[in-house]
């Protein structure tokens, strides 16, 4: 494979698509309200009008507006038409989809794409999303595909790349919002030998479905992001740990893998040049704390998946003792556009310190559910209340819980606050990989609490005692405070048992599992003291 | 060799680069409490009672998995790590099923020396009460799950030094639970040679031989001391 | 000046404690000086009196019986003392508790376990019925000091009355004074 050829390739497929392209949904939202069988009607009615010539069906990823799929959009190749959209999309509307273009009326309700919820978006990391066959390598190659890494390899030497992306400011999308350059330079500087790339996917947050959409949509980005990554930090080995419970995306990866090595795209000397890189998928049997750093090592390596004391971090001392490069799917899904368009390009965007876009998955009350992709800066009214419609029932929004089990509860009075890490964490929350699940006034606070703690308790891999015992016990005295069974000193038993929890436990799990308790007790600290009794007895 | 100076609760330290701070606050005499620490096998930072603060960082840090460094400002027995370490052992006796009353291991266990240790005269969290069970198939030991506190020495000397990996630990959370071969009666784990390294080195009454009854138990933890480090000593008897 | 009123109850224990309380032996003279013993299973005092000073507290609650005495002994008493292991931790009598309520326990006291004419006691107002938790004192009444051991020797107690009747705080420190078990 050389440029040429890549570029053949592209041309190809160019020339291959037909002139009107029905995009049907296909990814694990729209795949659950039905798209498949939508899409076989779609198909049926194209020979059917015997439009077989000029228009084709063709599954793509993610469109984002997950909340009224199925969706279906029709496209022209040309352009010289505006796509149209239709939502809720059933298999009795499909035929009149199709008859639609010969002219007349489509029965499926008309989405908008000018509608807040997309205007709003930025889409870098989704910009394939929902626009291409996530399972032709080909369709990835048209837009434009494996072309940055090509480019890396012949026009930057390693440290380029890495400056390159220090420049442009990406930071972990993971959650933990770490500078990715600096991730990237401390495992280059290691001292050369085996270094791994670890692509983390294992997504866990409840609520939370970007990584999962990324690589149902879009996988041969992230593959080329980890090529990228393992030519600037000199590795030649990728895994992709992903969980179990997401088969589509797996599913979608193997595909994507055995595709890039078809075409040469991975394996030995990608482009002709001396760089070998291949990539190899873990499925993690979904335990949550796998997706921490140090667990998810010990998972690949095939051991239990727990935790370990860091230092030494990973970047020093990681898979099989190798340096190793561990970055999320949305981080290194990044990097093919931040190649592309320059480091300036990507730092232009969002805040002084929270550069780019961020992905997030709007869940919860909100009357607009799905994926959106903005700019770091956008505020959370912004999102909640423009994109996401806000929620319908009296009252307004009550919270946004941010950053899943990790997080906290952003009360309505602060919506103001723009989107990036500093300011998140400020308010006792966190940016997280990008869960966001907002709540109505009929939810109770405690309850929620209580929730992310039940969750906690259970992902808990026990190593630790403050993690696998405090858990279980901050969990026992919230179901005493909502069963109303608790008085003012389980209250600050509670408290302080989350500060012990959190200064003490091993990992990042245990150390953040009191945040939705304590960002709770923050703004809506009265909702448990309205739910406290007297204490009995004398004291 | 290279030397790092650093401080312990006021006391100027000088020991090789490369020691664990609970290794060099042994070495000033200054103790730190632990439970999954173990000499001579490796460390996994679990317990959470060497838990240090140390000047310049807002962590508290393991002082088992923390290597000192050049002037560092450390303090081991703040009123926030005394009190962090009492709620972790009130955690773990209210985790398990502790009845020192009628243990092997009365007067002669670490989890209740630790209790002593911090002034715990009782648990301010309510006791969980798990059914967890007994098995006594092996013929010479038994483990009772209710006495165990997960700090997995048994695993590490029994992987680390002994090289046959009997013990493993399985689920997780609260569900958590160690087990012998492949979650097999102990009896029946062929792996097992009998060696008795597990029973040394458990710090509560979980591992046990049999045929001690009530405070009877008593550990020779020399003995395990002397396997690890015979070889470099050239102790070849003992 | 009025007299300490001191108080003992009885709770689901073995009485070990209060056998090591009578291990006390002559100092049990001192401490008659200093104390009026109103309530206790070694004076025969039918009702838990008001106004008690100082109260130790055997055993754990084990049935609605103890549940009832110890609220009132809670209702009564200035400081409330859990006296031993039972009271503490619920101890012993709590190792019934894994098994879920008091129905298996029972079933398997009573039935699985009885020779002939098994069955489970019943007698309102004479049996009291068991609690389904053996529960320590501290998790359903407060309690203002601890004072642990099974049963905490004798040396231990009266260097901890000692210390209550002093009026000092009653935090105990040591192996001496502090060992479970």
Request: negative net charge; glycine residues 10%; aromatic residues 6%.
């Amino acid at each position: 494979m050389d440029l040429a050829e890549l570029l053949a390739i592209r041309q190809k497929e160019r020339d291959r698509q037909k002139s009107t392209r029905i995009h049907c949904c296909t990814a694990a939202g729209c795949l659950s309200s039905g798209s498949a069988a939508v899409k076989a009607q779609l198909e049926a009615a194209v020979d059917a009008e015997g439009l077989g010539a000029s228009t084709e069906v063709c599954s793509v990823g993610c469109m984002r507006f997950c909340g009224r799929g199925p969706l279906v959009e029709v496209v022209s190749r040309e352009g010289d038409r505006e796509p149209i959209l239709y939502e809720q999309v059933t298999t009795a509307d499909a035929a009149s989809i199709v008859k639609a273009l010969k002219g007349g009326e489509a029965t499926a309700p008309l989405g908008d794409r000018n509608h807040p919820f997309f205007a709003r978006q930025f889409p870098i990391v989704l910009e394939n999303s929902g626009k291409i066959d996530p399972e032709r390598i080909e369709e990835y190659i048209a837009v434009g595909g494996y072309q940055q890494l090509y480019r890396v390899l012949y026009e930057y030497d390693p440290a380029e790349v890495v400056d390159e992306i220090t420049r442009s400011g990406l930071r972990g999308r993971g959650g933990g919002g770490y500078p990715t350059g600096l991730k990237w330079a401390t495992v280059a500087k290691m001292p050369a030998g085996q270094k791994y790339v670890i692509c983390n996917a294992d997504e866990g947050d409840p609520g939370a479905f970007m990584d999962r959409s990324v690589l149902e949509s879009d996988p041969h980005r992230v593959l080329e992001g980890m090529a990228i990554a393992g030519y600037a930090i000199g590795a030649n080995h990728g895994f992709i740990y992903v969980r179990a419970e997401y088969p589509l995306a797996i599913r979608h990866l193997q595909k994507a893998i055995q595709q890039a090595k078809r075409y040469s795209l991975l394996g030995s000397q990608i482009f002709g040049s001396p760089f070998d890189f291949k990539i190899d998928i873990r499925v993690g049997a979904g335990a949550f704390v796998c997706g921490e750093e140090t667990a998810l090592i010990a998972s690949v390596e095939g051991r239990r998946g727990n935790p370990r004391p860091r230092p030494p971090y990973p970047a020093e001392s990681g898979l099989w003792g190798c340096p190793t490069l561990i970055n999320n799917v949305e981080t290194l899904a990044n990097i093919p556009a931040i190649i592309r368009e320059g480091a300036e390009w990507y730092a232009k965007i969002g805040t002084e310190k929270s550069k780019g876009t961020k992905v997030f998955a709007l869940t919860g009350k909100v009357r607009n559910t799905g994926l959106i992709e903005v700019p770091m800066g956008t505020t959370l009214r912004q999102i909640v209340e423009e994109m996401g419609g806000g929620v319908a029932t009296a009252g307004g929004v009550k919270a946004v819980q941010t950053g899943g089990p990790s997080g906290g509860c952003i009360p309505a009075s602060a919506l103001d606050t723009s989107v990036d890490y500093e300011s998140l964490t400020q308010l006792g929350s966190i940016m997280g990989s990008g869960g966001m699940i907002v709540m109505d006034n009929e939810t109770n606070m405690v309850d929620v609490a209580r929730f992310y703690m039940e969750f906690c308790r259970g992902e808990s891999c026990g190593k630790c005692i403050p993690c696998r015992a405090g858990t279980v016990q901050l969990y026992q005295m919230l179901t005493k405070i909502l069963n109303r069974e608790a008085s003012e000193g389980d209250l600050e038993r509670l408290e302080a048992l989350c500060y012990m929890v959190r200064d003490t436990s091993l990992c990042g799990l245990g150390m953040t599992a009191p945040n939705p308790v304590l960002s709770t007790l923050r703004y809506f600290r009265q909702e448990y003291e309205e739910l406290l009794q007297p204490a009995t007895g004398k004291r | 060799m290279s030397v790092r100076t650093l401080r312990i609760n006021g006391i100027d330290v000088a020991v090789e680069s490369g020691t664990s701070i609970l290794a060099a606050a042994k070495q000033a005499g200054i103790t730190i409490p632990t439970l999954c620490h173990l000499d001579g096998v490796s460390d996994v930072g679990a317990c959470r009672l060497c838990l240090v603060e140390i000047q310049g960082s807002n962590k508290l840090l393991p002082a088992c998995v923390t290597e000192v460094a050049e002037g560092m400002d450390i303090q081991t027995e703040t009123p926030k790590l005394q009190e962090y370490r009492r709620m972790t052992v009130e955690l773990l006796f209210s985790e398990g099923n502790h009845v020192c009353a009628v243990c092997v291991a009365n007067g002669n266990c670490e989890l209740q020396d630790m209790a002593i240790a911090v002034g715990m005269d009782h648990t301010r969290f309510p006791y969980r009460f798990p059914d967890r069970d007994l098995d006594v198939s092996h013929p010479q030991f038994g483990i009772d799950h209710n006495r165990c506190i997960f700090c997995t020495r048994c695993m590490r000397v029994c992987d680390e030094i002994e090289g046959a990996h009997v013990w493993d630990v399985a689920q997780r959370g609260a569900a958590v639970r160690m087990i012998t071969g492949l979650n097999q009666p102990w009896g029946e784990v062929e792996a097992c040679t009998s060696c008795g390294k597990c029973v040394e080195a458990c710090p509560t009454g979980a591992i046990f031989r049999q045929g001690s009854t009530v405070a009877e138990m008593q550990r020779d933890r020399s003995t395990l001391e002397f396997l690890v480090t015979a070889r470099e000593k050239k102790e070849w008897t003992r | 000046m009025d007299k300490i009123k001191l108080a003992t109850i009885w709770l689901g224990g073995c009485s070990g404690c209060h056998m090591s309380f009578l291990d006390l032996d002559e100092w049990l003279f001192d401490l008659a000086a200093q104390v009026d013993l109103v309530f206790s299973p070694i004076a025969d005092i039918k009702t838990y009196p008001e106004g008690v000073d100082i109260c130790l507290v055997e055993g754990s609650i084990a049935n609605e019986d103890n549940l009832e005495l110890v609220r009132q002994a809670r209702a009564r008493t200035k400081v409330l003392i859990s006296f031993g292991d039972c009271a503490v931790t619920a101890n012993v009598p709590a190792m019934r508790n894994p098994l879920g309520s008091a129905k298996p326990v029972l079933e398997r006291c009573y039935l699985e376990l009885g020779d002939v004419q098994t069955q489970i006691p019943h007698e309102p107002g004479i049996v009291p019925p068991l609690l389904d938790r053996v529960r320590p004192v501290h998790e359903l009444v407060p309690v203002d000091a601890y004072l642990p051991g099974c049963p905490p020797p004798a040396d231990r107690i009266r260097t901890f009355l000692e210390m209550a009747l002093r009026g000092e705080p009653l935090h105990l420190k040591g192996r001496e004074m502090l060992k479970f078990g």
